[in-house]
C-alpha cells in the first residue's frame, strides 16, 4: 500500500478521514447497527448474529473502539461494549459539515 502522506492535510482532514475509514467496511456498520438497535451494551452476541469468526469481529470491535465510536470493557470472558453517545455525535455533526456544504456546479461536465 502507498505511502498517504497525511502530514500533508490539516488534522480536521485526517480525523474526518478517519471517520469515513471506520465506517467504510460493511461488518461494523453491521456492528454499529446492532448495538444501535439493542439499545443497550451488547455483550457475546456478535458472532451469532453476524455469523463472522470471532477474530473477524473482534477485529472490527477493535478498529471502532480504537476511533471511540464504542467503549467497551472486558471482565474475564465477558466483553461488553455500548455507543459512545459523546463521540457518536461528534461523527454525525463532522459529517454533517462535510455534506452541508453547497455544491455549485456552472460549468460541469
Not at 478517519?18 to 461488518?27: C, E, I
Not at 448474529?49 to 470472558?77: F, N, P
Request: net charge neutral.
Amino acid at each position: 500500500m502507498g505511502i498517504t502522506k497525511s502530514e500533508l492535510f490539516s488534522d480536521k482532514k485526517n480525523e474526518l478521514a478517519s471517520m469515513f475509514k471506520v465506517l467504510a467496511h460493511p461488518a461494523r456498520l453491521a456492528i454499529l447497527q446492532y448495538i444501535i438497535n439493542q439499545k443497550a451494551c451488547i455483550c457475546n452476541d456478535l458472532v451469532e448474529e453476524l455469523g463472522l469468526a470471532q477474530a473477524t469481529i473482534s477485529q472490527h470491535l477493535k478498529e471502532l473502539k480504537k476511533t471511540g465510536i464504542i467503549k467497551g470493557s472486558i471482565e474475564g470472558k465477558s466483553v461488553c461494549y455500548c455507543i459512545d453517545v459523546d463521540v457518536w455525535h461528534e461523527f454525525a455533526s463532522s459529517f454533517g459539515q462535510f455534506f452541508a456544504q453547497d455544491i455549485i456546479n456552472e460549468k460541469c461536465c
